[in-house]
């Protein structure tokens, strides 16, 4: 353990001791000392292959900055006020979700794989080719793949109607409204579910499948999905109000109940998110363009219910009392208990839309929403800026670039 000159020769720590100190930092630092000497490295990997405990890391916000370079992204950890620089690969275009510490990610192509940003470790899944609804792939004159697509719906209007065609730049984020995991990538009990803009319908895959498993029986019109690890469920909503359970870990066909019909909210945005104790909430917020330039509105309230599964109804909820709500565009909502989120207020709703609308006013000017660095007080019902004290205030992001999206970091 001592150089001659009696320095310590900390590369010497023996492998258990240093399993058991990895066990108890942070999960930031965990990965550099991955980088420290080839001894550490190693021990890394068995830390990993064991997927022994570590603290649990409280979510951040994975978001682009210019400062990390180009194409750069930084991860902003509330909890700590500090921002770490994040480097994607160059073929991860559009964050579509993510669950775990890993993110949903897709490369030019549109084809969709998992990465943990931390480690760079990736999990392979089917290409777009094998959804159900992608029909052929070919290039146009300048050499863009070019996709075509069957939407069954629509085949009482023609072939015309019926098959389109989509750049795989549109379909990097047409493909993939919303997507839910159930473990993380490295994980064998990892299943991916997929929601499509259009028929807004369902595939799920694991990781290392060949094709993407269609959950057409199921029916279309799916807005939100989200996994519920209490009871091993994936649930899915439909704009009708419909909630779904879906078992997918089963080794025959998968199985699916229509639980409960939320009326009254079409209206509304809205999304799923699981409790610590596994109730699942439906939340919801109006939602209105009015401004040119609108960077948020307090007009857009919140409101949460708790599905009663059993009595098959909701019931609206004054608040989320010491938990926290994080909120994007594509993946699951998270609720986290306040404990897990320090220098986050309870009883609030956080914001990682980024959302745009390109919605025509009377004097045919593009309306655009951006939501970033807001909350919504459920206590007092207003919604606050934050952008000051945050750093993400980014009106100017350019259409290419990732939206920000709600990560909590895994080494796993």
């Not at 509330?78 to 990610?105: E, K, M, N, Q």
């Not at 610590?276 to 939340?283: A, E, I, N, S, Y």
């Not at 009595?311 to 989320?320: C, F, T, Y």
Request: aromatic letters at 8%.
């Amino acid at each position: 353990m001592e150089t001659a000159g009696g320095a310590r020769n900390w590369s010497e720590l023996p492998e258990d001791v240093l399993l058991t100190t990895m066990s108890a930092m942070e999960v930031f630092d965990v990965v550099r000392a991955s980088a420290v000497c080839s001894s550490w490295s190693s021990t890394y990997a068995t830390f990993r292959r064991l997927r022994l405990p570590s603290p649990k890391q409280s979510p951040c916000l994975l978001y682009p900055h210019d400062a990390c370079g180009p194409d750069g992204m930084a991860l902003y950890s509330p909890s700590a006020d500090a921002t770490f620089p994040i480097r994607l690969p160059h073929d991860a275009v559009v964050l579509a979700g993510s669950a775990y510490g890993w993110l949903f990610v897709t490369d030019q192509a549109a084809n969709p794989y998992l990465l943990n940003p931390l480690t760079g470790a990736r999990a392979v899944l089917p290409p777009v080719t094998s959804f159900q609804c992608v029909v052929g792939s070919s290039l146009d004159d300048d050499g863009n793949i070019v996709y075509r697509t069957e939407d069954p719906s629509l085949a009482s209007y023609g072939d015309d109607v019926r098959f389109y065609s989509v750049t795989a730049r549109v379909a990097r984020s047409w493909m993939y409204r919303h997507v839910a995991l159930s473990a993380g990538g490295a994980a064998p009990s990892c299943i991916v579910l997929v929601v499509h803009e259009e028929p807004m319908d369902l595939h799920f895959a694991r990781p290392g499948d060949e094709r993407w498993s269609s959950l057409s029986s199921v029916g279309t019109g799916f807005i939100s999905a989200v996994y519920n690890d209490k009871d091993g469920l994936f649930y899915v909503l439909q704009c009708c109000g419909t909630v779904h359970a879906l078992d997918l870990h089963g080794q025959t066909s998968p199985t699916a109940r229509a639980l409960i019909r939320t009326r009254g909210l079409v209206a509304h945005r809205r999304s799923l998110a699981v409790t610590p104790c596994g109730d699942v909430l439906l939340v919801a917020r109006t939602s209105c363009l009015l401004e040119r330039l609108d960077i948020y509105d307090s007009r857009n309230a919140f409101s949460v219910y708790k599905l009663d599964l059993s009595a098959k109804k909701k019931v609206k909820l004054e608040g989320i009392g010491d938990h926290v709500l994080l909120l994007g565009n594509k993946s699951s909502a998270v609720c986290a208990p306040i404990v897990d989120c320090p220098r986050l207020r309870p009883n609030c709703a956080y914001l990682a839309d980024f959302s745009r609308a390109s919605i025509p006013n009377r004097e045919r000017e593009v309306i655009k929403k951006r939501d970033v660095a807001i909350y919504w007080d459920f206590e007092s019902g207003v919604m606050h800026n934050i952008c000051n004290m945050w750093p993400l205030h980014l009106p100017d992001i350019p259409d290419t670039a990732p939206a920000p999206i709600w990560l909590t970091p895994s080494p796993l």
